[in-house]
């Protein structure tokens, strides 16, 4: 079967950086994607590899290993709007998402 | 550009009424759209794969009869949920493909929270 997992919460401090991680196990992969979702929000794209390595995008970086079906969001400089639901989703071979159940993201001043 | 929109934000309706939910691609086709259901502190749930012209699919568990999608333009889905129920109360997202923009990611509209009285 096909199985997203990543933690289910996060506990980090302002101004800090933390790691969330996903491990993917899916038929076929065209890509992975990290979603933000406030509470109460729609999810709203965060970033997309599909290469293996390192993509940097301001305070947001995503990392990927196709061989060890890992991927991991790093957030840095955390600021308490950042306290929200990280989604990780896989694209499989039928180009339909696949989604992890996020991980909660709490932010502490 | 790639920007969503959905109508109603939010409802409130009796228990047994009907309720449609329209999603809008405003800046692009999209000739895939999705439907989610997500229940407080849950993730998203893939209901159906909406195709402009053509039949949603349904993902299992969802019944088709109570759901129903119509996915009339390039620009437009709508969800109507039938004969509604207190558990049908959810927050409902859709999102759209921008292929033809060039974009692997879906684009999600900001949600409708529908409560059943």
């Known amino acids: 079967g096909q199985n997203i997992d990543q933690p289910t919460e996060m506990t980090a401090t302002e101004g800090a950086i933390v790691q969330i991680n996903c491990t993917y196990q899916t038929s076929g992969f065209n890509g992975l994607f990290w979603y933000q979702q406030h509470a109460g929000e729609a999810p709203t794209f965060l970033s997309y590899?599909?290469l293996d390595g390192l993509e940097e995008k301001g305070r947001f970086s995503s990392f990927l290993s196709r061989s060890k079906g890992y991927s991991y969001l790093l957030l840095k400089e955390l600021q308490m709007k950042d306290s929200a639901s990280y989604l990780c989703?896989?694209?499989?071979?039928?180009?339909?998402?696949?989604w992890g159940a996020g991980t909660k993201l709490i932010i502490k001043p | 550009g790639a920007v969503v929109s959905q109508h109603p934000s939010w409802v409130i309706c009796k228990s047994g009424t009907s309720v449609k939910i329209e999603c809008r691609s405003l800046?692009?086709?999209?000739?895939?759209m999705f439907w989610y259901r997500q229940f407080p502190k849950q993730s998203l749930m893939l209901m159906a794969t909406s195709n402009e012209g053509s039949k949603a699919t349904y993902e299992q568990g969802v019944e088709k009869d109570k759901f129903l999608i119509n996915h009339a333009s390039l620009t437009l889905s709508t969800l109507t949920v039938t004969s509604a129920h207190p558990e049908d109360s959810s927050f409902y997202i859709c999102?759209?493909?921008?292929?033809?923009?060039?974009?692997?990611?879906?684009?999600f509209g900001p949600g409708t929270r529908l409560t059943v009285l």
């Open positions: 999102s759209a493909r921008a292929l033809s923009m060039g974009l692997p990611e879906q684009f």
């Open positions: 590899n599909v």
């Open positions: 989703a896989v694209m499989d071979s039928n180009y339909q998402l696949i």
């Open positions: 800046d692009f086709q999209a000739t895939t």
